[in-house]
């Protein structure tokens, strides 16, 4: 895979300084895909040891996979750190990023881990695979509800909580259907019903964060920071999820404070990369790009300023000469079993406001400034931007790029710095839609289409719109 990458870069020409980061997954597939280059530079642990699985270890369980116990899930955040260190070392060439969705969602299987929930589990996937495999009872299900239940995969994000929301949201309609079909499977009891909405609650803002940070026409690298900060402050919200669902009057205890307890240590555990500034691999560059979004800079402390400008100013240095004064942004994200490279520039979609964001707003005031070392030119534009504040058509959603684009004449050494930062992606799911293209080009009368021919043709169907505008998607 390593190779690959090299070798597609060569192709178009595009040396190592030119390349802003490296963004990839951190799933067993991408350990194997390295494993023969790294064994010629690295000392790493046996296949037996990190075996490469079928199944991703950063997907949702589904229905054909069985439920890891504690001490699985536990080696499982070993590997995670171990695959981080190897990887790093790796591209010691390169500045590389771990996938923020496939990560997040190591935090999110975790809810499984309990005792309570695994049978829970089972029995909602017994339930949910028997009514789609009974013609009769998703023909009296749609006749009823209009809807029939889905089941999880394991590689859709997720889709452990959709196929949980559906089986709430058809709830009255599928017991409805199982005592008038007469049908032979078991409903759930009041008190596992009960668990589900606990589930739904606990695991609800995952999904919005993972819809955001999917995006692929707008940056979203600045928004990793308050997310994490959004994810925190909701896990610590869910710490009396008992007390609100009432379980005890079912005489269950402690049942999602300790699965809240376990997503907490996973979150210090696998983003103190974000939030940590004394951990080893704390990276100041999620930082800077919030501080060059013009709206949350305003609600950064002083030292958080201080700590973002003089990443600015080292991103400045190291590509002063590297990049020559060229103003396109390149990154690259590698998936598990490809590469693709694009360059955007388009407006966020409008999204729903999240509870911890909304605490923002009323805590908007100016920040003391503190002078930076570093080239005069920038740090004056840089005071200068400190000093600015955003418009009232400005919000958390805003596409920075698209402010950086407009203030280049007034900020041209900063705004190549903010464009080079909001160039880089947080997470690897373009390059799953871009799979997702491959299959569809390939499938039906096209499935003997050659490799050559299909690489490009995906490529012209993924950057077409970047020739004609008239394509663009809406």
């Not at 789609?132 to 452990?160: F, M, Y």
């Not at 058809?170 to 596992?192: G, W």
């Not at 690298?221 to 609100?244: C, G, R, T, W």
Request: one cysteine or more.
């Amino acid at each position: 895979m390593y190779a690959l990458v090299k070798e597609i870069l060569d192709e178009w020409k595009i040396t190592p300084e030119r390349v802003i980061a490296i963004l990839t997954d951190n799933g067993s597939k991408m350990v194997c895909a390295f494993k023969n280059f790294i064994s010629a530079k690295l000392v790493i642990r046996d296949e037996e040891e990190f075996p490469c699985e079928d199944s991703d270890e950063m997907y949702m369980l589904s229905t054909c996979e069985p439920l890891p116990d504690g001490a699985a899930i536990d080696l499982d955040s070993q590997q995670f750190l171990d695959y981080e260190d190897n990887e790093n070392k790796l591209y010691a060439d390169y500045n590389r990023h771990s996938c923020f969705i496939h990560t997040l969602q190591l935090v999110v299987k975790v809810f499984e881990k309990s005792e309570e929930v695994k049978p829970v589990m089972k029995k909602v996937r017994f339930l949910v695979s028997a009514f789609n495999k009974s013609a009769n009872a998703t023909t009296a299900l749609i006749r009823s509800a209009g809807r029939k239940l889905i089941c999880d995969v394991s590689t859709r994000w997720n889709s452990t909580l959709l196929m949980v929301c559906r089986l709430l949201e058809l709830k009255m309609d599928v017991r409805k259907v199982i005592v008038e079909e007469n049908l032979k499977i078991s409903d759930l009891t009041p008190e596992e019903w009960k668990i589900l909405e606990g589930i739904e609650l606990l695991l609800g803002k995952f999904d919005t964060i993972t819809d955001k940070m999917s995006s692929e026409k707008s940056a979203t690298i600045h928004m990793v920071l308050p997310y994490v900060k959004e994810i925190n402050s909701h896990l610590e919200n869910q710490s009396a999820l008992d007390i609100f669902l009432d379980l005890n009057s079912f005489g269950m205890e402690s049942i999602f404070s300790e699965v809240v307890e376990k997503m907490k240590e996973q979150m210090v555990l696998r983003f103190a990369y974000v939030v940590d500034e004394a951990n080893a691999k704390y990276r100041p560059i999620y930082l800077a790009a919030n501080f060059l979004h013009v709206w949350f800079k305003d609600f950064l402390t002083v030292n958080e300023i201080k700590a973002a400008r003089d990443e600015t100013t080292r991103i400045f240095l190291l590509r002063k000469n590297a990049c020559q004064g060229t103003s396109r942004e390149i990154s690259v994200a590698v998936g598990a079993n490809g590469v693709e490279m694009e360059i955007s520039a388009s407006k966020r979609k409008k999204t729903t406001e999240l509870s911890y964001l909304a605490t923002l707003a009323p805590l908007r005031a100016a920040i003391p400034e503190e002078r930076q070392s570093g080239t005069a030119k920038l740090i004056k534009e840089r005071d200068s931007y400190c000093g600015s504040s955003a418009s009232a058509q400005i919000d958390e959603n805003y596409d920075p790029r698209k402010y950086w684009m407009q203030h280049s004449a007034l900020f041209p050494l900063l705004s190549s710095v903010a464009l080079d930062i909001f160039a880089i992606g947080s997470s690897t799911a373009d390059v799953e839609r871009l799979f997702s293209a491959a299959g569809n080009t390939s499938s039906g009368r096209r499935n003997r289409i050659n490799g050559s021919r299909l690489e490009m043709k995906v490529f012209l169907q993924k950057n077409m719109r970047y020739a004609d505008p008239s394509m663009n998607e809406e």
